[in-house]
């Protein structure tokens, strides 16, 4: 029998999940008007690694009734892997860079499909796409990605993160919430949580890059959520960059790249993974 207190578990964090999400659905239309169609490289975002490594061609992996993109180093051992949640556009090319990116540095990189095969660059449609997602459709998709990297005989499971921007920011906090086996989780303008039912239930580290301009994720909130995160004894390290908006770290988003908070973020980024992820697999 399930007890009532076990139920009651189960309904809070779903209704965490949730509240992460909900504000996306009144995201502010014109801080995305401007997106076109990934046409530069990785490389105007931030530089890459300083030693890369071979990384076999990405392809597209299903995994139970989810799927994904994945790109893998083709050296030989354990490797970290991360999970990858896409912006509230899909699973574009933008996406495809950065995941391919991690890999480069070494990681098993999966860039899971949260609309299952549809992305768009227009900003209504996005909009009904990320409202038509089941809350609890996409939060099996994530455990399941997770699942499929530690059974994966080149992934260390101890060494799983996430990272997402946007609506995937909101996500990846989410599975941390809800994934108690993740190491790191990077967090990008992505919904916040600030209720403790959420968050002691925290158990990786907290990277968050925030932009101070956003309207929809006001400075205040996020300075709450650090302030909660510290409260209950959770590591974390939240950086909010002056005058950056919302997406400020895709270049596709015309009026709202900051290219310097940018490069800022992708090396937090970089150099937190190395250090919670990458750094502790011996010989990785």
């Not at 995201?27 to 530069?40: G, I, N, R, Y």
């Not at 925290?202 to 995160?229: H, M, T, W, Y």
Request: a negative charge; proline letters at 5%; one cysteine or more.
């Amino acid at each position: 029998m399930i007890s009532f207190s076990v139920m009651r578990r189960t309904a809070l964090s779903l209704a965490a999940t949730i509240l992460v999400l909900a504000a996306c659905h009144h995201e502010a239309v014109d801080e995305h008007a401007s997106h076109t169609a990934s046409t530069e490289t990785t490389a105007t975002t931030a530089s890459a690694a300083a030693t890369p490594a071979a990384a076999s061609a990405g392809q597209p992996v299903q995994y139970g009734d989810a799927s994904g993109y994945l790109v893998a180093p083709s050296t030989p051992g354990k490797k970290a892997g991360v999970i990858v949640i896409h912006e509230w556009w899909g699973l574009d090319d933008w996406v495809r860079e950065q995941t391919d990116r991690l890999a480069q540095q070494g990681y098993v990189a999966l860039a899971v499909d949260l609309y299952r095969g549809k992305s768009t660059h227009d900003p209504g449609e996005a909009h009904e796409l990320m409202r038509g997602l089941p809350e609890d459709r996409a939060m099996a998709d994530m455990k399941a990605a997770f699942d499929y990297l530690a059974a994966r005989e080149d992934v260390d499971p101890k060494h799983i993160g996430v990272i997402g921007w946007c609506m995937g920011g909101g996500y990846a906090l989410a599975l941390a919430v809800n994934e108690p086996r993740l190491a790191a989780t990077a967090m990008n303008y992505g919904r916040l949580v600030t209720d403790p039912a959420s968050i002691t239930k925290i158990q990786s580290q907290i990277l968050g890059n925030f932009g101070e301009a956003d309207r929809g994720i006001p400075a205040e909130d996020v300075k709450k959520f650090g302030a909660e995160l510290t409260k209950y004894g959770k590591l974390s390290d939240i950086k909010i960059y002056p005058g950056a908006g919302h997406a400020f770290m895709n270049p596709n988003n015309k009026e709202g790249y900051n290219a310097a908070a940018a490069a800022d973020a992708q090396q937090r980024i970089d150099s937190f993974f190395d250090r919670m992820l990458r750094a502790k697999i011996p010989n990785s």
